[in-house]
Each structure stands twice: as structure tokens, then as C-alpha cells.
């Protein structure tokens, strides 16, 4: 434990926190939050940041468990299992959580366990959280100053050691303030205190019991023959540190007396109490440990502390006159200021020559000890207890005093008179110790006087404030949105509650409380209604009728809440006495909904926690209950620590409607949850799931824990009403059905399992969860068991080869080498890393391994486990093992010198190990670098010849020739039309996957598979396999929507996928999460919406785009009307898409001639395009589709009269780049000329025919239409197109960009039409708590009559408005936020792919991440005036393109997780394409580049200079003048160097 930073100790906190690491396994640190740090525990986890060794830790690294639970979530449940497991646990906390914690402190109490407590409020603590657990069998001690808190703190994890039983050290930050700091504890006088043999001898030893709800009868015992107590080191001072934990040595106090009083009094300590060094008991047998055995033991610990360190303990501490005849008991805060004040008294002053008593030993309660310490002529005792809450008349330490001086043989103590000792402020301490003296020497003292102020200092604070975190508040949003008015929250935080504590006022108790007493003011209301309603006392006549109907309907919700407005309005016009006292109270009008709001702290004892008496009360009270406990951080909780289930709970009482959801899940099924539950009579529960970490967790971090959750199961999606069988319906709905079939499926498998799990349903996520380790350490076991009996019979020398992969090249290469080696006659097994039971290792004979590089230089995912499990294995012996290793990587990946370790990490770690391991090179371990001539193979076919040489089989014979791979156009030409094997796949229930080669065919059908990244992980720790599912694209050409189709498209993502729609840069809907089994229905949902999904992707011409330009409605239906054309006269011709996906009415394949199926394609032929083509319309001055970015860019042209007249033509657009691949670049088009709108589409076709037969169709990397152009020259390919033509291209025209944007807002078009430009950020259509975007253009489509437009930027428009209908859709759109377009131009400029979680390509965060990183860049934008500036903006998860990045002013494109390459000097309308400027930076080194350069703009920009030109001008980057340049000149050249 380092101390050079600190060399002195300035808080008890800190010197409490030093000794409770030095001297546990695990540490429970009570905080009030998780990002909010205690007194305690920021100390403790700087200690284990760093890795500092604890004495006592049994733990590999030396490094105790710090555990972090919050106040109010049960924190002592964290005890009992390391407890019980030999793990020394200590506890640091404030004394908030002890009066609620009584019940586990009794059954802790013989354990020993170390409870460390600042008392609390600060500067007036309640000393009444310690003696109202006086009695729980804990021993007490107390330290008063800061050195007291370091040696209390090490007596009392000595003493817990020694005795066995539960100690708890309580102290007072406060009173140490003013102390001067200390040094750091000396470890050999730790070591020694501790005595670590015994420490050594608890560990070894596991105690047992499974319960914590019932006593386990455990009664702390000790031999008869105690063990000779260790002696200190003779030389204390000076001792050297150890390396475990350097420290600086104590310094041996000079006086003789304790270090407790503050005024170094006189101390009377009588040292015959003093227990030898060298003292033992010979005793037989074994005996529960006594009161005087605490007292031996702790007389015996201060021993040491006295002979090593000359500091004295004594249970009680008297200071003052051997003589004095009053004295002090004092249990309070001001021992040191009354010690100080007695001590300069005056001889006149009625308090002179007092003495002070205080406890160091509070419990046991050692009466002859306290005898022993005062002196015999003491005759007078005030006794000063700062006890805030009393539950008795006589305050506890009175009673004690009573006890022991009263009726023993307590000498000459006459008279003990209880104080209730208030705050004292500094100025007033001698005013308090008159009056108390005055009292105290009066003929009839009075009993229980109040000294000083009884509510403490106007800054004292009742411990931890509650308040509600803001992640959380996304569920109140919710209830607000939908009750609105009718909405009460009973128990809501910051309520003004009469004298009612924020604790007390946030339970279930009181809210449940303050529920029944609102129903009961409504029912008096009522009759105050009924009774008006024959009343004479109004002004008019109408309120009485109005008000009869009120009450006629008051059962009937729904009416009385229509009555409810024309009643108010009445009242209001009558204006009588009579109506102005109903009108006070008019918000009772309404049926109310009435919430019961509470985190999951309820979750830990229903019966404590009052949520038992709601449920069982049978009233109509909803409860939201709030659980944030994170998936991840579950997976370290044991089955006892584990909350109750309140959801089980509640429905196996059965008259409670139940729902668990989770707004990052399932927003709609929140809302469906909590309608419910509200018109549900009775009890409602909602269990809502909102997992952080810590309270600023960003929403991406709460997102990707609750879907961990969901998916796996540990969090389901129910709701289940008790009284919906009655009315025919199901009493369950579970709402998370694809995971928890799985679940329900696999663990059905094992019957006696699922009897376990019905027996104990509490434990069920946990049997479920072991019982998928255990299956998948089968699954391992059994795959190579049933290879190896495969290969008994082979004849040849065993090879085993291991393949760590993420992109498949790895995985190819291992299969080959497997495949080979069997030629050769190796009996050869090939699996993956994790697939491989490690046990094995050592009895290898042969084994290779291959793998890839992923991320910042680690292993793929699936090699990831096994290299966890060797890394820091020292048990393997490999000495009879021969290895070898081959890594693929990219030497330019990492242009930086200092992460150049990067390249090809995970292998060269591996063999390093493997060696370590004493494992025998089969070869030198193989390179494969991506830079190379042949890329990886170059380095392959060097080294896998050394492994046939070194096995002996490199001079084999006849050898067969290997098949050659099978590539993409193998399976377009094998596939019959797009037809393969997709039908048999799709009814394949054993898997929610489909093959690879029909995952390259549904492309064209306009479907990917996908599966969720963000929960690879886990599921692959259950034995599941990926969650896969499918992304489906929509073809629209020029992106225009009706309203009907918009309601479809909510429909089929809110039925079929994740309740969400993305927007594509391609200007058409896009759904992710649909599963195998709902995809056909998706499918047909979307044509029976008129629309398709074929040759949205794949091999063919995909969704032609057009410019949306709201301001011009007859131009923009001209172009928009050749985008259709188009779009028709490219489209493939197979009918395997309504084969595959549409079906007549007897579910039949709809099929040509006859029995056989037998399509052709005009355009395309058997096996389509070399690669996807991509046709858009731009209409200048509007650049918004991008249209230098595609293989086809067509430039709208008006003619004279205003009309379209024809398209400048652009070919060879692309953004696919592959990183660290000079032979990829991007590509803007080139002008082949003009053509009217009457031919385009027959020219669009003729280019399109030209790349069909000349693209390269053997090098997918190479295949776009853009490398066909600059392989054949721009007048090569313009003369191919004009020859299949006939024709020859015009001139191309003159027109002008000017932006590549969006404009935002309402535009009023040349019709007299209004548009709508919304801000939809990176195009995701969703509901949040915060903005219903979803629901509201939902409702929108409902009553709009003109059309949706989807832009290219992501956007969308809401087109063709009349004015009559303006103000109605305002209002709507005010209502559900969506009129908002307030944004920083920075934000309105960006665009961003979808990437993680569903994209398998990408790299890193992108639609997830960039709206965080503008935030962030937000503030010097403003600062600088420019948050109207425009600055095109994109981020990609991968250099594919799909958000067209280089044609961004600034980009980032994913290049690792967290990491990008970022790329500057875009041309703000499109025309020219950015070149890297820093290559894999991180968001710091990002802010750190932008922040100065766009200040730096702000500063020195000309008039109307866009920001790409502008980084140019300036030197930064360089301009890229064409495709092929763009890897030229980059800012940051990318070193060979490692």
C-alpha cells in the first residue's frame, strides 16, 4: 500500500479503511450510490486500483474483494457467504443501515466479522443507532481521535480473530477534526497484532449453514488451552517496511497515557489489569467465549499496544483528579471539548477538578472494570448520552450506570443524574457544563435534562439524502405521459411531509399509508359532492344537475372524468362560497391513479419492507418498483444474497395483477403494463428493470445490461392478471418469449431440474445458470471425446489444431490445415479455442493453434475463454507437449510506435506462454501480415511447410488435389434464381440461424442475419448459441411513404422485430431483431403494405434514391417519378421471392409451368452483379443524396419551361474501403455525360450490363463498378456503355450545389403545400421516456393526408400539409416533441450507421455513440458562437461506408472497440472525398484534436468558408483530388515498424 503520495493520515475514515485492507479477504463498502463514494471507500478503492496487498487476503494477487452495495439494499446479506466460506470480511458504513440490519446482526454476531461505523448526521451524530443494538452479541468498541480509530480498528479486527465473534468499532469523524494527522501503521505491528497463524487457521476452515432467515444455532467457541500470545518486534521504531505493503513506522507516544484525551490529562489506568505477554490458561475442552474471555483477549491485544508502541487501552478511560469527588460519563460526541474545558476552569468555577469517564469497551458491559477505573472518591456522575431518538425513559447508559454503581459494590458513588446532551457549540461549553454541574450538586438533581440544542447544527444532515437518480427517472416520465393529471404519487421524494423524516416518507409503509388516507378524502369528497348537489346555496341552478350526474357516475371512471370539466367549468361561472370550496378541491374530481413509487431495496424482506401489506390489504394501489441491480453485476452475487422475487411472490398470492418490464427493452410493453395495472381493481405490481452502474451511466450502458438480462432470462417480460380467465384470456402473457422458450426448453431437458427449480423457484435463474456452465463444459467433453474415438482406428501421428477467430480467416485456415494433414495421414481434430476442454493440454502430443487480431490487439471472441484460463495458469505442465502458433494480423493497424505491440498480439502471447509452460516448439511461431503481397498467406506458406517437416509427413506422396473455396458466385450460380435451401432453412426449429450460403441469398431477398454482439458473451457462457435474428430492408424507391404504409412499417417493427425502425442514408425503413420465426410474417407484412423487400441488398441494383426537396412539389414528382422507373426497370425477375415468402390461400409455393420451377433473368443472367450497384437523384442546388458516393449518380437538369428535362450522369461512385488497404479507396463519380429523362433508365441499365460483364467477379475487395472504371480508364468505359447503347452521351449541363443537408423545419412549396423536416438523430424511429417519438408519428400518420419522405441524411419530412389542416398538426406534433429542430447545427449535419449491436462487420460503436460525442463538442461550439454552423459530421462502426463517410467534412470510422481513424477535408456539398488525418484514437485524443481546431475556426475562418475547405487551407490535411490519391499524403503516415 503505497503511501508516498499521502504520507500522513488526515481522516479516522482513512486510517479505518487502511487497517480493514490490510487485515480482510472482502470488504462490504455501504455507499449511498454506486458513483458516490463513502468516507471509507474512496481510500479503498485507490488501495485495490493499485493493486496493494492486503496481510491477510488469501486471494492469487494478494488484493482483498471490495464490494460495493448501496445503504438501502440489504448491505449485510453481502457478509454471510465469505463468512461462511474461511473469508475475513469487515464492513465500513455509516449507522444508517444498523437499526434496520438487527436481524442479521444477530446471526452474524458469532462470526467474526468487523463492522466499522461513522455515526452519523455529521456534526451531531445520534448515538442511538449504537444502543439500539446493544444487545444484538456484537462487542463494541469506541475511538474518539484519529489515533484511537487506527489502533480501535486494528484491536477490532485482532479481537473478532481471537474471540470468533462480531465486532463493531464505532466512532465520530467529527470529534477528530482538529487532530493532528498521523503516521501509517507499522506492518510487523499489524502482523503481530493480528497474529496470522491465526487468521491462516480461520480461512482453512469453511463454517458452513445455507440459510440467513433462520438461526443456524452457531455459538462462538474457544479451547479451554488458549494459545501464548505473540510478542511484538523488540525494536519497534524504525522497522523496515516489507515490499507487501510499504509504510512508514508509528511513532511510540512519549507520555504514558492513552492517547484519548484531548488534554493529555493526568490518567489514574491501573496497570495491574495487564495481561502478560507469556500468559496462558491450562484448561480442558471447548467452551462458548464468556464476557471476561472478551475482556483477556482485549487486555491482552492493548498489552501489545503498550509494549510495542507505548499507547494505553483500558475498557473504560477515567481522566482527571485522583481526588475529584464529580465526574462526566460521557457517550457523545464532545469528549475532547468538555476535557478541555475542565481542564482550564478556574478554581472557582462550579466544574473545577471534575474528572471525565468514557467507554472504549461499550460492550460487554464490564461493571468491575468500571469500578476498578474511577476513583473511590468520586460521589457525583452526570451522565451525558447523545441519544436523538429514546424508545425509553432513562437513557441506556444511565440504566447501566445504575446497574453496576447502585447495586454493587460501587464505593462511594451517591448520586447519578442522565443528561440528554444536545449540540454544544464551541462558545457555549462552559455555559453547558454550569448548567449540568448545577444539577448535578442540587438538593434534588432533575432526571433526563436537556443540555444544548436537542435538533443539532442548522448544517447537519440526516446521513445519506435521499434522492432520485437520474437514470431512473425514465419510469416517472412514463407515468406522467400517461396519467398526466390523474397521476399521485404518494411516497414521491422531496414531498413536504409534516415532521416526517425523507427516510421514513420514501418506505411502503407510509406511501400505502398516505394512499388509504387520499381514498378515504375522496370518499368524504364525495359526500360533500352528493350533498351539494340538493344544495340552495349556489348562485345558479346549473352546477346542481351537473353535479347529480357526477355522482350518479362516480364508479364509472371513464365518465366521471368526462363530467369532470364541464363540472369545474360551472362552478367557475357560478362563483358562489359553495362552489369555491368544491373548486378547491376540483383535482378529486378525477379518478386519481394512485402509485406507490420503490427501488429494489423493498426486494430484500417483503415482510420488513411493507410491500407484503399492500399486496395482502387487497386495495387499489399500484406499486412501481425500481430494480437497478445490472445483469453483470448479479453474476458475482451468491443464491442467498439474492433479492426476493416480488413478481413470484405476488402472483403466488393471487390477487395482485403482476408485470415485469423494462423500458429498454420494451417501451411498448411498459405502457401497456402500467394501463393495466391502473385498471386493474386491486393491488398492482410493476416490476421495472433500469440497470446502472452508477448514475450517470450513459443510456448506451443501461440498454446493453437490460438486453443481457432480458435475453437470458435473468430479467423476463411478463405481466399476468389473476382475473383474465374469466374473461377467456391467458392469466400469463410473457412478452420476452423468444429467450425464454429457449430457457424453458433447455432446462425442460433435465426433468429432475426442473422439479429442483419447482420445489425452490427462487433459485431458479441461478440452477439455470450453473446448469448452462456445466452443459457447455459437457458439450466440450463430449464433441472431442466422440472425435477422438472417430480417429482410433487411423494409423499416424495425433494433431490437434485450435483456431481463435473473428472474420472466419482464421477459422478457414484451420479447417485446410486439418483437412491437409489428413491427407498426409495425421489423425488431425480441429475446433475451436473454447470449444476445447484445457485439462487436455497436457497430454497432447501435437497441437497448433491459429488465430486472428481483434481489437486493441486481443484475442477473438471465441478464443477469449481459453486464453483466460491459461494466461495465469502456473498448474500446467506442457513438458511433453510441441507446439506451434500461427497469427494473423496487420502490421499498419497501429501507426503509432507505442502501439505497434498491437500487431499480432494474442498469437505471440500464446506461444509465449506455451513455452513458459515448458511446451516444445513445433515451428517458430508464423506472421501473417495483411501488408504482405499476398496478405497472410504469404506468411502461411512459409510456416505451415516447417509443420509437416517437424511430423515427418513433408515428403507424402499423391497427395489429392484440394477443391478450390467455394466463393460467392458459386453459390449465386448454384442457388436456382436466389432460391438455395432458404425455404428448408426457415423451417428448421433446432436453430435460429440459417446457412451461410443462404445468408449470402436472402440478401437479394432484402434480409440479413445478424446476431445481437452486445450478448455473444453471455449467451455463450449458457450453452445458447447467438441470438440471432434478421435485419430487413425495404425497397422504396425515391423513398416516398404514404400514411396507411407508414402505420404498416410501425406495425411489422412493433409485431415482428424490436419496436424500433431505422431510417437508412438509403432513404427506405430498415427493421432489426425479427427472429427466424417471424420472418416470413414480416415479409408478407410488408407487402401487404404495397411494398417489397427484393433486391434491397445483395448482388443487384438496390434502392434508388432521390433528392426529397420539399420546396418545389411538381419538379420533385417529375425526378421522383424517373426513380420509380428506374427502380422498375432494374429489378430482378425471379419468383423466388413470392415463392420464398408470399403465399396463396392454401399456404402453397405459387410456382411457373407446372411442377418445375424454372425462372430467367434478362438483365442479370444466373449469377447477377460482381457486387451491389447503387443508383441515386440528386436535384441541385440539394446534394442531400450523396450522389458522387454511388455507382450511378444522376444530376437532375430543369429545362427552360421548369420541368425535368434529363440527368448529367456520374459513374463509378463507392464508399467500401477495407482498412490499411491501399488497393481499396473510396471513389467519386465521374461525368459521362447527358441524358434526357426519357432514356435514363435505359442508360442506367446499359452501365449497369458493362460492369456485369467486365467487374471482377474473383476479387469481391475489387468487384465495384468504381475499380472497373479506373482499371478500363473513364473513356473506355463511356464508349463499352454508348456501344450496348446506341447511343452517345450529351454534354453534361451546368448546375451548382450548394449544401448536402437537410433543411429543418416548415417550408411552404410553390402549391401552396407545407413541409416538415424532423430531426430523427441517425434515423432511429423509437419511443424513449423522454420522447414518444414513435407513438407520435404514429398518431400523426393517422390524420395526415399527404405523404412521408424519407431523406438521405436520415431524416424525415412530413409533406404536403394544407393550411387548414396546420394548426391541428402542430398541435399533435407539440405534444409529442416532435416540432423541436432547436438543435446545434453540428448535430442536424451527422449521420451515423447503425453498427453495434446488430452489424456483424462492425468494429466499433457508432449510432449509439455519436450523439455522445457531439454532446461533448457542443460546449465549445457554442462557446465560439457557432451552434448555428453547419459542419457535416459522420461516424461508421467499420470502413464499409454505409453513412458515407469520406465524403464527411470530418469522420470517424471504427477501427477497434472505442477506437477510430479520423479523416478531415470533405467537401461540405459532397464533391470531395476527406483523407486520414490520426489513425486509432480514442474519445480523449478525439476531444483533445477537435475542441482547439474548431475554436480555431471559429477564430480564423474566411467569410462563408466551410470547415473541410478550411482544414485544408490551413495545412492540416491535404486535398484529395480523386479515388486513387486517397491514401496519399495522409497527415499520419502508417510506420512497417513494430
Known sequence: MATAASPKIRTPEEAVARIAYLASDVIVSVQ????????????????????????VAAAEDGVPEVQVVRHNADPLLSVFTPIRNGRLVSVTTSSSILVSSVPHLYRLANLPVVIHV??????????????????????????????????????????????????????DAGSSAQDNHISFENLEVVKAILNLDAVKTFQSRKIGGNSIYADDGRIATIPETSTPIQALPGAMEGVESTPVLPSEPLTPSKASSVGSSKSGRESSVDSKASVSSATTVELSGVRPVTSDDIYD?????????????????????????????????????????????????????????????????????????????????????????QIRRKTTKWGPLLLDLLTTLKSGPGGGVETIVGHQLGYIAPETVRQALRGVFQNLKSDKPIQNLEVGNPNGPTESLGGYDLSQPKVESAYMKILDQIFGEKLYLANVIGSQNAGISTTVASNPEFGFGSLLARKEHRQRFVSEVQQASTSNAFITEAPKSWLSKWVASVDDDKKSDQLADDIIARLETDGSPLSRNLLSKKGLFRKESPW????????????????????????????????????????????????????LYAMNYGNAYVASVAVYSSYTQVLQAMIEADQFDGPSVILAYLPYFKETDSPLTVLQETKKAV?????????????????????????????????????????????????????????????????????????????????????????????????GNAESLAKRLGN??????????????????????????????????????????????????????????????????????????????????YYNKPGKDLDRILTNLGGKRLAEIGLGDDQDPDGFQTGYQNWEPLIWQALGVDKVEGLPEEPPPITNEDIKLASNYLRGTIEEGLADPSTGAISASDQQLTKFHGTYMQDDRDLRDERKAQGLEPAYSFMIRCRLPGGVATPKQWIQMDDVSNSFGNETMKLT????????????????????????????????????????????????????????????????????????????????????????????????????????????????????????????????????????????????????????????????????????????????????????LVQRDHGDRKNRKHARLKYTIDDMGVD???????????????????????????????????????????????????????????????????????????????????????????????????????????????????????????????????????????????????????????????????????????????????????????????????????????????????????????????????QGEHFGDFVIRIGMIKETTEGKTFHDDVAEEESDEE
Open 1065 to 1248: 442514408t438509403r432513404q427506405t425503413f430498415q427493421f432489426h431483431g425479427v427472429v427466424k420465426g417471424k420472418l416470413k410474417s414480416a415479409m408478407r407484412g410488408i407487402n401487404k403494405a404495397l411494398m417489397t423487400t427484393i433486391a434491397a441488398c445483395g448482388d443487384v441494383n438496390r434502392n434508388v434514391m432521390c433528392s426529397s426537396l420539399p420546396t418545389a412539389s411538381k419538379y420533385h414528382r417529375d425526378v421522383y417519378a424517373c426513380s420509380q422507373k428506374i427502380s422498375d426497370h432494374l429489378l430482378p425477375s425471379t419468383t423466388a421471392y413470392h415463392e420464398i415468402w408470399l403465399k396463396d390461400e392454401n399456404d402453397e409455393k405459387i410456382q411457373i409451368a407446372g411442377d418445375a420451377v424454372q425462372d430467367f433473368e434478362p438483365l442479370y443472367g444466373p449469377t447477377y452483379l460482381p457486387r451491389k450497384f447503387k443508383v441515386t437523384i440528386a436535384i441541385p442546388p440539394h446534394n442531400d443524396t450523396d450522389v458522387y458516393a454511388h455507382d450511378i449518380g444522376l444530376i437532375a437538369i430543369k429545362g427552360k419551361d421548369g420541368r425535368l428535362s434529363g440527368f448529367n450522369l456520374l459513374a463509378g461512385g463507392g464508399m467500401g474501403v477495407t482498412h490499411n488497404n491501399k488497393k481499396t479507396y473510396p471513389r467519386t463519380g465521374s461525368t459521362l455525360g447527358y441524358v434526357s429523362k426519357d432514356e435514363v433508365h435505359i442508360a442506367c441499365e446499359k452501365v449497369m
Open 118 to 171: 461513522s455515526l452519523q448526521p455529521a456534526h451531531y451524530p445520534d448515538y442511538s443507532s449504537i444502543t439500539s443494538i446493544r444487545n444484538s452479541g456484537f462487542t463494541f468498541l469506541q475511538s474518539e481521535t484519529l489515533q484511537e480509530a487506527q489502533d480501535i480498528a486494528l484491536t477490532a479486527h485482532a479481537l473478532a480473530i481471537k474471540s470468533g465473534k462480531g465486532v463493531i468499532h464505532f466512532f
Open 711 to 807: 435475453d437470458l432470462g435473468y430479467w423476463p417480460l411478463y405481466r399476468w392478471s389473476p382475473r383474465n380467465e374469466e374473461q377467456g384470456g391467458p392469466n400469463f402473457s410473457l412478452d420476452s418469449e423468444r429467450i425464454k422458450n429457449e430457457l424453458k426448453e433447455f432446462l425442460a431437458r433435465d426433468n429432475h431440474l426442473t422439479q429442483l427449480m419447482k420445489r425452490h423457484p427462487e433459485f431458479s435463474s441461478n440452477l439455470s445458470q450453473d446448469y448452462g456452465s456445466e452443459v457447455r463444459a459437457l458439450q466440450k467433453r463430449k464433441a472431442k471425446d466422440a472425435y477422438a474415438q472417430l480417429l482410433e482406428g487411423m494409423f499416424g501421428a495425433p494433431l490437434t489444431i485450435l483456431f481463435a477467430s473473428d472474420n
Open 1276 to 1502: 473506355v468505359f463511356r464508349g463499352k456503355v454508348e456501344e450496348l447503347w446506341g447511343k452517345k452521351f450529351e454534354k453534361a449541363k451546368p448546375f451548382k450545389f450548394q449544401s448536402n443537408i437537410d433543411t429543418f423545419g416548415w417550408q411552404k412549396d410553390e402549391t401552396g403545400m407545407n413541409h416538415f423536416t424532423f430531426f430523427i438523430e441517425n434515423g432511429r424511429i423509437e419511443d424513449t421516456a423522454e420522447f414518444p417519438m414513435k407513438s407520435g408519428l404514429r398518431e400523426i400518420a393517422k390524420v395526415h393526408k399527404g405523404e412521408f419522405r424519407l431523406t438521405g441524411n436520415q431524416h424525415l419530412i412530413l409533406s404536403n400539409v394544407a393550411d387548414e389542416d396546420m394548426p391541428a398538426m402542430k398541435k399533435m406534433m407539440a405534444r409529442y416533441k416532435l416540432d423541436n429542430v432547436e438543435f446545434s447545427g453540428l448535430r442536424l449535419s451527422s449521420s451515423a450507421c447503425v453498427a453495434f449491436p446488430t452489424c456483424g462487420l462492425a468494429m466499433a460503436e457508432s449510432e449509439r455513440y455519436l450523439p455522445e460525442l457531439i454532446t461533448k463538442l457542443e460546449g465549445v461550439i457554442e462557446e465560439n458562437g457557432m451552434r448555428q454552423d453547419s459542419i457535416v459530421m459522420r461516424m461508421t462502426g467499420c470502413p464499409n461506408g454505409c453513412a458515407r463517410p469520406w465524403l464527411a467534412e470530418v469522420a470517424f470510422v471504427g477501427k477497434a472497440y472505442g477506437a477510430y481513424n479520423m479523416y478531415l477535408g470533405g467537401g461540405y456539398h459532397g464533391q470531395r472525398l476527406n483523407k486520414l488525418y490520426r489513425s486509432s484514437i480514442k474519445e480523449d485524443e478525439i476531444l483533445e484534436i477537435m475542441r482547439p481546431l474548431l475554436k480555431r475556426y471559429s477564430q480564423e475562418r474566411k
Open 297 to 385: 483477549f482485549v487486555t491482552a491485544i492493548w498489552y501489545q499496544f503498550k509494549e510495542g508502541l507505548g499507547r494505553e487501552y483500558t475498557p473504560f478511560q477515567y481522566s482527571g483528579p485522583a481526588n475529584a469527588e464529580d465526574a462526566l460519563f460521557i457517550f457523545g460526541s464532545d469528549v475532547g471539548t468538555f476535557a478541555q474545558a475542565i481542564d482550564a476552569a478556574k478554581s472557582s468555577d462550579i466544574y473545577a477538578k471534575s474528572g471525565v469517564i468514557t467507554a472504549r469497551l461499550y460492550r460487554p458491559w464490564l461493571g468491575s472494570k468500571l469500578i476498578e477505573a474511577i476513583p473511590k472518591s468520586i460521589k457525583r456522575i452526570a451522565v451525558l448520552e
Open 596 to 647: 406507490l413509487v420503490g427501488s429494489d431495496a423493498w426486494a430484500f424482506d417483503l415482510g420488513n419492507s411493507g410491500v407484503h401489506h399492500v399486496i395482502a390489504s387487497g386495495e387499489n394501489v399500484n406499486m412501481l418498483i425500481i430494480d437497478s441491480t445490472p445483469y453483470s453485476e448479479r453474476a458475482a452475487g451468491d443464491a442467498a444474497r439474492r433479492k426476493k422475487d416480488i413478481g
Open 820 to 901: 491437409r494433414g489428413k491427407a498426409r495421414g495425421l489423425k488431425t481434430i480441429v475446433m475451436a479455442m473454447e470449444d476445447y476442454p484445457l485439462e487436455d493440454l497436457p497430454s497432447e502430443e501435437n497441437i497448433v493453434f491459429l488465430s486472428s487480431t481483434a481489437g486493441q490487439g486481443e484475442f477473438p471472441q471465441n478464443g477469449r475463454a481459453f486464453w483466460d484460463a491459461i494466461k495465469d495458469n502456473t498448474e500446467l505442465d506442457l513438458a511433453s507437449v510441441n507446439f506451434s502458433v500461427f497469427a494473423l494480423g496487420d502490421s499498419h493497424y497501429w501507426p503509432r510506435k507505442e502501439d505497434k505491440h
Open 32 to 55: 449511498p450510490a454506486q458513483a458516490i463514494e463513502s468516507e471509507f471507500s474512496s481510500h479503498l478503492h485507490r488501495y485495490a486500483g493499485r493493486k496493494d496487498r492486503s496481510l
